[in-house]
């Protein structure tokens, strides 16, 4: 039988007649009909012909790959008749049609096959050549058509270099008729990438609801303090434990600073590009979502409970692992290596980014990248087997619209009930600001009062911003004769609004406080100054009432 002469740009092997159908021949219909090699070879490897009975050749752009056959079947005697350093020089002189993938030439492999009953790895193996670094590479193979087994001097035994599909071709039942007819796969059409852009408009978006409301001034580089990322949605385990399961999506929608934003935007559109064009958009989407729950469980499962997780990272590892599987769906083979190898280099700086923060620095969340990257290979593993070659899309669609459905609404209740429980974060964040700034309770003075006027100005000292060592100083200095001083210490104290409503919400703190200075200001006969230092505390009694502290001192309307 006849096969077409393989196609080149820089060279076309020569055509070859292929004998009566052997198993030799049935293998090398095979190869050319499912993996893109035919019959013959270049000018530069002539001499292979005679010494072969058969010789395939796939040259793609990329590599290059040459196939010598042996048919022990129609002669058992039969051996290849050129040696190691012949195949070496041959495939030093077919370098030249290796492609590129970067700035790395890829070298020319050359295997040869001993195919038949009783096949022998070992009268071959003397042809092997592999060496590191080397522009040519010879695997020798033994085909046992008795036995249905390959095994060959190829590394990992072959597993990545098509033994499993020699040995199914071996066991299979032979293919007849239409059976060689293979559908062209159909491409998937043209689509802009709305939802990748969409996506990343949305992580802009929060980061800059991230600079709005944060709890505490940001850092360098816009970085939002813990507090922020814990109020805002970050992983927090405590905080799932008690029910906050929508904490497992919003972390992925937070970023840790501007750079942690910039880096996932490049890797999340380079991924969602190739995947909203050859998956689709609901797809796309709601691998988005798979992923970053997978990320999110297992960093909820493997993180420290003080960590607070936060990134797209887990999501954008679950794209770029699935991007990656689905290039395989793509017939030409150069155009799938360069897609491979852009993807893959975009797997080392989706590392870098702060995807985790930890006390006063952050490092990156392991655990959240490779539990994206699992649920995202996984997924696009599956849809790769069950996606036939007509079809332009995988499968399942309405299962992928009802997930990425699923995971929006989930993201816009989290987002709901963060709002709802923001103000609440916030004054927790309040309160553990002024713990550092507040007397232990062990140091306030027991109501004696010459111990209070003893221990007032030590008390000012190491927490002047307690509004109750104010006011035992401003005792302190009264009995001292010093009013100003003392007026001074009483304004100060009342000058700390955010500590007094927050720290002394009852109000008695603020209206001693002002009971206080006005009654100082009575003594200097200063009542219009008395009258407004007492007036916010006025209507703080019991139903409005004038409390009991400002009665006797009539400033109060």
Same mark, same amino acid.
């Given at each position: 039988?006849?096969?077409?002469?393989?196609?080149?740009?820089?060279?076309?092997?020569?055509?070859?007649?292929?004998?009566?159908?052997?198993?030799?021949?049935?293998?090398?219909?095979?190869?050319?009909?499912?993996?893109?090699?035919?019959?013959?070879?270049?000018?530069?490897?002539?001499?292979?012909?005679?010494?072969?009975? +058969?010789?395939?050749? /796939?040259?793609?752009?990329?590599?290059?790959?040459?196939?010598?056959?042996?048919?022990?079947?129609?002669?058992?005697?039969?051996?290849?008749?050129?040696?190691?350093?012949?195949?070496?020089?041959?495939?030093? *002189?077919?370098?030249?049609?290796?492609? /590129?993938?970067?700035?790395?030439?890829?070298?020319?492999?050359?295997?040869?096959?001993?195919?038949?009953?009783?096949?022998?790895?070992?009268?071959?193996?003397?042809?092997?050549?592999?060496?590191?670094?080397?522009?040519?590479?010879?695997?020798?193979?033994?085909?046992?058509?008795?036995?249905?087994?390959?095994?060959?001097?190829? *590394?990992? /035994?072959?597993?990545?270099?098509?033994?499993?599909?020699?040995?199914?071709?071996?066991?299979?039942?032979?293919?007849?008729?239409?059976?060689?007819?293979?559908?062209?796969?159909?491409?998937?059409?043209?689509?802009?990438?709305?939802?990748?852009?969409?996506?990343?408009?949305?992580?802009?978006?929060?980061?800059?609801?991230?600079?709005?409301?944060?709890?505490?001034? *940001?850092?360098?580089?816009?970085?939002?303090?813990?507090?922020?990322?814990?109020?805002?949605?970050?992983?927090?385990?405590?905080?799932?434990?008690?029910?906050?399961? !929508?904490?497992?999506?919003?972390?992925?929608?937070?970023?840790?600073?501007?750079?942690? +934003?910039?880096?996932?935007?490049?890797?999340?559109?380079?991924?969602?590009?190739?995947?909203?064009?050859?998956?689709?958009?609901?797809?796309?989407?709601?691998?988005?979502?798979?992923?970053?729950?997978?990320?999110?469980? +297992?960093?909820? +499962?493997?993180?420290?409970?003080?960590?607070?997780?936060?990134?797209?990272?887990?999501?954008?590892?679950?794209?770029?692992?699935?991007?990656?599987?689905?290039?395989?769906?793509?017939?030409?083979?150069?155009?799938?290596?360069?897609?491979?190898?852009?993807?893959?280099?975009?797997?080392?700086?989706?590392?870098?980014?702060?995807?985790?923060?930890?006390?006063?620095?952050?490092?990156?969340? !392991?655990?959240?990248?490779?539990?994206? *990257?699992?649920?995202?290979?996984?997924?696009?593993?599956?849809?790769?087997?069950?996606?036939?070659?007509?079809?332009?899309?995988?499968?399942?669609?309405?299962?992928?619209?009802?997930?990425?459905?699923?995971?929006?609404?989930?993201?816009?209740?989290?987002?709901?009930?963060?709002?709802?429980?923001?103000?609440? !974060?916030?004054?927790?964040?309040?309160?553990?600001? !002024?713990?550092?700034?507040?007397?232990?309770?062990?140091?306030?003075?027991?109501?004696?009062?010459?111990?209070?006027?003893?221990?007032?100005?030590?008390?000012?000292?190491?927490?002047?911003?307690?509004?109750?060592?104010?006011?035992?100083?401003?005792?302190?200095?009264?009995?001292?004769?010093?009013?100003?001083?003392?007026?001074?210490?009483?304004?100060?104290?009342?000058?700390?609004?955010?500590?007094?409503?927050?720290?002394?919400?009852?109000?008695?703190?603020?209206?001693?406080?002002?009971?206080?200075?006005?009654?100082?200001?009575?003594?200097?006969?200063?009542?219009?100054?008395?009258?407004?230092?007492?007036?916010?505390?006025?209507?703080?009694?019991?139903?409005?009432?004038?409390?009991?502290?400002?009665?006797?001192?009539?400033?109060?309307?």
């Amino acid at each position: 039988m006849s096969f077409e002469t393989a196609a080149s740009d820089a060279a076309a092997p020569a055509a070859v007649e292929l004998a009566a159908e052997s198993t030799a021949v049935y293998l090398a219909r095979r190869m050319c009909a499912d993996r893109g090699f035919a019959p013959g070879t270049f000018p530069e490897a002539q001499a292979l012909l005679p010494a072969a009975d +058969l010789v395939l050749t /796939k040259a793609n752009g990329v590599g290059v790959e040459i196939v010598c056959i042996l048919d022990r079947d129609a002669d058992p005697a039969r051996q290849l008749g050129v040696d190691r350093d012949a195949l070496i020089a041959i495939g030093e *002189a077919c370098a030249p049609h290796a492609g /590129k993938v970067g700035s790395t030439k890829m070298p020319v492999a050359i295997h040869v096959w001993e195919v038949g009953r009783g096949a022998d790895l070992d009268r071959v193996r003397a042809l092997a050549a592999r060496r590191l670094g080397s522009r040519v590479m010879v695997h020798a193979w033994a085909l046992d058509t008795a036995s249905g087994s390959v095994t060959t001097t190829a *590394a990992l /035994k072959g597993r990545f270099m098509g033994r499993p599909y020699l040995e199914r071709a071996l066991r299979e039942p032979r293919r007849t008729g239409d059976a060689w007819e293979r559908p062209e796969p159909a491409l998937p059409p043209e689509r802009r990438p709305i939802v990748t852009g969409g996506l990343i408009a949305v992580l802009v978006a929060c980061f800059v609801l991230e600079q709005v409301f944060a709890v505490r001034p *940001a850092g360098e580089l816009l970085a939002p303090d813990l507090w922020t990322l814990h109020a805002l949605g970050g992983l927090f385990r405590p905080a799932i434990d008690d029910g906050e399961w !929508y904490r497992l999506l919003t972390a992925a929608f937070l970023h840790g600073d501007l750079v942690h +934003l910039l880096l996932n935007g490049i890797a999340l559109a380079m991924a969602g590009v190739v995947l909203e064009g050859l998956f689709g958009r609901a797809w796309l989407l709601a691998l988005f979502f798979l992923g970053a729950l997978g990320g999110a469980a +297992l960093s909820y +499962l493997l993180n420290d409970a003080n960590v607070i997780s936060v990134g797209a990272s887990g999501a954008i590892m679950g794209l770029l692992a699935a991007a990656l599987v689905s290039t395989f769906r793509l017939p030409d083979e150069g155009q799938r290596v360069d897609m491979q190898m852009a993807l893959a280099r975009i797997l080392i700086p989706s590392l870098i980014p702060l995807a985790m923060h930890r006390g006063e620095g952050g490092s990156i969340d !392991y655990a959240a990248h490779v539990g994206g *990257a699992l649920v995202g290979g996984v997924v696009g593993v599956l849809l790769l087997r069950t996606w036939r070659l007509t079809d332009p899309v995988p499968r399942f669609r309405a299962a992928a619209a009802l997930v990425a459905l699923a995971g929006t609404g989930a993201a816009i209740a989290g987002a709901v009930l963060i709002a709802r429980d923001y103000h609440g !974060y916030v004054e927790s964040s309040v309160v553990a600001s !002024y713990q550092d700034v507040l007397m232990p309770d062990e140091s306030i003075p027991d109501g004696d009062h010459d111990d209070l006027i003893q221990r007032a100005e030590t008390l000012v000292a190491q927490f002047p911003r307690d509004p109750r060592a104010q006011l035992f100083n401003a005792v302190r200095l009264e009995r001292k004769g010093d009013l100003a001083g003392a007026e001074r210490a009483l304004r100060t104290g009342l000058a700390e609004r955010d500590l007094l409503a927050t720290m002394f919400s009852s109000g008695a703190l603020e209206t001693g406080l002002r009971a206080s200075l006005a009654e100082l200001l009575l003594h200097q006969d200063r009542r219009p100054e008395a009258v407004e230092a007492a007036a916010p505390s006025c209507n703080s009694g019991p139903g409005g009432t004038v409390p009991e502290a400002l009665q006797s001192l009539n400033v109060c309307p």
